[in-house]
């Protein structure tokens, strides 16, 4: 065999080793992927982060509309300024 021969069957293993080592990395990354994604599932959650989550947050609008009838209250606002805002923040 020639010396370009030898050096073109030496790229063809380098080629095919280098293949079947990606392929078997990512049969290993998939796999591993998937035990992870069992385990996920598997795991339950404590009830304390479940009530977290299921709370929703209250609107940006409350708080201003809240502060604006303590306004009303203290008599800061009148009762017609008070119901401008109010149409004012939620847009009505």
């Known amino acids: 065999m020639g010396l370009l ?9 380098t080629r095919q080793t280098y ?6 990395q990512r049969r290993r990354s998939a796999i591993q992927g998937g035990l992870g994604m069992r385990e996920d599932f598997a795991r339950e959650e404590p ?3 479940v009530a977290v ?8 609008y409350m708080g201003e509309l809240e502060r604006l009838a303590q306004y009303r ?3 800061i606002l ?3 300024e008070f119901e401008a805002k109010k149409k ?3 847009g009505i």
């Open 5 to 13: 021969a030898e050096r073109a069957a030496a790229r063809m293993q």
């Open 19 to 24: 293949r079947t080592m990606s392929r078997m």
């Open 47 to 49: 009830a304390e982060a």
């Open 53 to 60: 989550v299921s709370a929703a947050p209250e609107p940006e």
């Open 73 to 75: 209250d203290q008599g």
């Open 78 to 80: 009148s009762e017609d």
């Open 88 to 90: 004012q923040v939620l």
